[in-house]
């Protein structure tokens, strides 16, 4: 059964650096996409970016391009969201999704990681 | 604001069709790529409800289905039923931004 699984909820003060976890499992992690969306309270679903953990290849969105870094860890089949200089607005639900194809859609999502930034 | 754009609510009662619009451009679904929808209900991840257009995944309800024409698509809900009240979503990719779009979601009340 394929199935991710991310790390629990954050809560962060203002201009603090977050990593949050997506671990795979019952497929063969290197050969999908992972994404990471955000979703604010009360608003709509947003791509981050993705990553290609076979040879690491990633793409940003450019309305997140230069505080969000996303990696993966092919050895242990875990994909990583890390966010800078958190602020109030960063305050949302962040969920990680397989990509069947960088332009395809998403099969499997995991459970979303709330994080809460605030002072 | 979304680059697919969605209506923000629609309603209907019990056994009742209602219809999902979700209107991209020539960059995303005017261009050719496929358009795939998500339920998503408060407190879960999203679900994959219709891919590539109008395909259904195994355990999905043949009462939704999807299309696509020119540079919008639709979601379909016959045969309302109460727990089908949640938030829709439409995806596409876009090659202008070089990146999947969504819509800015429907929230659907069953009356």
């Not at chain 2, 790529?33 to 339920?39: F, K, N, P």
């Not at chain 2, 999905?60 to 698509?73: E, H, L, M, N």
Request: with cysteine; net charge neutral; glycine share 14%.
């Amino acid at each position: 059964e394929v199935q991710l699984v991310q790390s629990g909820a954050e809560v962060k003060k203002p201009g603090e650096s977050l990593k949050i976890s997506c671990e795979g499992s019952g497929y063969g992690f290197p050969g999908y996409w992972i994404a990471w969306v955000r979703q604010m309270p009360g608003k709509g679903l947003e791509w981050m970016g993705i990553i290609y953990p076979g040879d690491s290849d990633t793409r940003y969105s450019p309305s997140f391009q230069g505080r969000v870094t996303i990696s993966a860890d092919r050895s242990i089949s875990t994909a990583y969201l890390q966010l800078s200089s958190l602020k109030a607005s960063d305050t949302a639900m962040y969920y990680c999704g397989r990509l069947v194809g960088p332009t395809n859609y998403f099969d499997y999502w995991g459970q979303g990681t709330l994080v809460t930034v605030s002072s | 604001q979304s680059v697919l754009t969605q209506p923000p609510s629609v309603s209907g009662a019990p056994g009742q069709r209602v219809t999902i619009s979700c209107t991209g451009s020539d960059s995303n679904i005017g261009a050719g790529y496929d358009v795939h929808w998500y339920q998503l209900l408060p407190g879960t991840a999203p679900k994959r409800l219709i891919y590539g257009n109008s395909n259904r995944p195994s355990g999905v309800p043949d009462r939704f289905s999807g299309s696509r024409s020119g540079t919008s698509a639709s979601l379909a809900i016959t045969g309302l039923q109460a727990d089908d009240e949640a938030d829709y979503y439409c995806q596409s990719y876009d090659n202008s931004l070089r990146g999947s779009v969504f819509g800015g979601g429907t929230k659907l009340t069953v009356l």
